[in-house]
């Protein structure tokens, strides 16, 4: 699969993207440094799940918790969410 073996990660190919659209148009859009380093983290994390598994996307492992939140959570700052 994409990212696997002799490729990058997902998540690292996420953060080369923002990082080459940020120095082509500028600073239309500012990164928080919280986001910044959660991505750093996935990156970590994703690389090591392709060691072992050439088709692991942590976005996949993610995906039940985020989306179990976005239906449960019943604060009004998560109702809000498009």
Same mark, same amino acid.
């Given at each position: 699969?994409?990212?696997?073996?002799?490729?990058?990660?997902?998540?690292?190919? %996420?953060?080369?993207?923002?990082?080459? !659209?940020? &120095?082509?148009? @500028?600073?239309?859009?500012?990164?928080?440094?919280?986001? $910044? %380093?959660?991505?750093?983290?996935?990156? !970590?994390? &994703?690389?090591? @799940?392709?060691?072992?598994?050439?088709?692991?996307?942590? $976005?996949?492992?993610?995906?039940?918790?985020?989306?179990?939140?976005?239906?449960?959570?019943?604060?009004?700052?998560?109702?809000?969410?498009?």
């Amino acid at each position: 699969g994409a990212g696997g073996a002799g490729g990058g990660s997902r998540v690292e190919e %996420l953060g080369s993207e923002l990082a080459r !659209i940020q &120095e082509t148009y @500028g600073n239309l859009f500012q990164i928080p440094s919280y986001f $910044a %380093l959660i991505l750093r983290a996935f990156s !970590i994390l &994703e690389g090591i @799940g392709l060691q072992t598994d050439p088709d692991y996307a942590i $976005a996949q492992e993610c995906y039940p918790y985020v989306a179990r939140r976005l239906l449960t959570d019943r604060s009004p700052r998560a109702r809000a969410a498009p």
